[in-house]
């Protein structure tokens, strides 16, 4: 679900200096959430760190607010394009968690749950250090409850969906388990891609409707990378291209991982890749090039992107049965 926010302005040099590619600075604080705002009672709220099903400690909302505070100040980045400059947070960091529960990570990855059933997974290595705390008041108040409150894991340096809102727990895994987006995409379970379901799998993403596909490219790699897979993205320029760095890595090291970049507002940077609009016609050319037949077809973006995009791939004889389209949808901002 989202809400307001959405909108920006050509920045100004300074500004510009402290935008990742492709943001757009907010004055406003867009909410952004799976589903609606649960009500989370303080009086039975419990904060929870385990190892897998073991617990290892846990704290009722005042002992968890006796715990040893710290504050953050800085900017914060949102995969849907918004950045908003020089938030203030308060919490408890994770190093002081861990030193409270008298334990040391026991792996290297964990999954932040939360009370709306949302989980991501993250490692160990990102939130230690001072880079991550659990945080309960924001610009000198308590913590909303449309932006996390009365807890919510803040990453600064990673994008916001991985600070994980109205938390109750971090939990200890043996691997780099999958999170909510990582299984399941936006929004909806049907949305899913199993190692089961094989291939081959064409993914078409519009601007940041790239970022659920870009679970199922590391998904994939992770479980089945002989699947033949085609990632089609969609952005306005090469410099708006999220995860750009990584999906041209991913193509040079995964003989079955093909990327097609197409720029409708900026010229093509390499000779593989398109400067227009994704129609049919460039559709056709790109699974032409592919020269395989999808089993499976994910699209995800703006609702006339997906509507165009899912139109032409029928007209293209790809039945419409192995068509799954979601209209862009952050969570967990």
Excluded at 125 to 147: K, Q, S
Excluded at 215 to 220: D, F, K, S, T
């Amino acid at each position: 679900m989202t809400t307001r926010g959405f909108s920006g302005r050509r920045p100004s040099q300074d500004v510009a200096r402290r935008l990742p590619p492709g943001q757009y600075q907010t004055q406003d604080f867009p909410v952004l959430s799976m589903g609606p705002t649960p009500f989370v009672d303080l009086a039975t709220w419990r904060f929870t760190l385990s190892d897998g099903p073991k617990p290892l400690a846990s704290w009722s909302w005042a002992e968890f607010e006796a715990l040893p505070r710290t504050t953050w100040r800085g900017d914060i980045h949102c995969v849907t394009k918004w950045s908003k400059f020089d938030t203030a947070w308060e919490g408890v960091s994770i190093d002081d968690l861990f030193a409270a529960a008298g334990t040391a990570p026991p792996t290297a990855y964990l999954l932040a749950e939360s009370y709306d059933g949302y989980d991501t997974n993250l490692p160990v290595a990102d939130l230690i250090g001072g880079r991550a705390m659990i945080a309960t008041r924001y610009a000198g108040a308590p913590l909303p409850a449309e932006h996390g409150g009365p807890a919510r894991l803040l990453v600064p340096h990673l994008y916001f969906w991985k600070s994980a809102k109205w938390l109750k727990g971090l939990r200890f895994t043996a691997r780099n388990e999958a999170g909510f987006w990582e299984l399941r995409g936006p929004i909806g379970g049907h949305f899913i891609w199993r190692r089961e379901d094989g291939g081959p799998v064409l993914l078409i993403g519009g601007g940041s409707g790239v970022v659920p596909l870009m679970a199922m490219v590391r998904h994939r790699a992770a479980v089945a990378p002989e699947i033949r897979t085609l990632l089609v993205y969609s952005a306005r320029s090469w410099d708006e291209l999220i995860f750009r760095d990584e999906l041209l890595q991913r193509e040079a090291r995964e003989s079955n991982f093909a990327l097609a970049i197409t720029a409708t507002r900026g010229p093509r940077q390499r000779p593989s890749d398109f400067d227009r609009r994704l129609d049919r016609a460039l559709l056709r050319e790109i699974l032409a090039r592919w020269g395989q037949a999808p089993r499976h077809v994910y699209v995800c973006g703006s609702n006339a992107f997906v509507g165009s995009v899912t139109g032409d791939l029928v007209l293209e004889a790809i039945p419409a049965g192995r068509i799954r389209a979601e209209r862009y949808g952050g969570t967990g901002a």
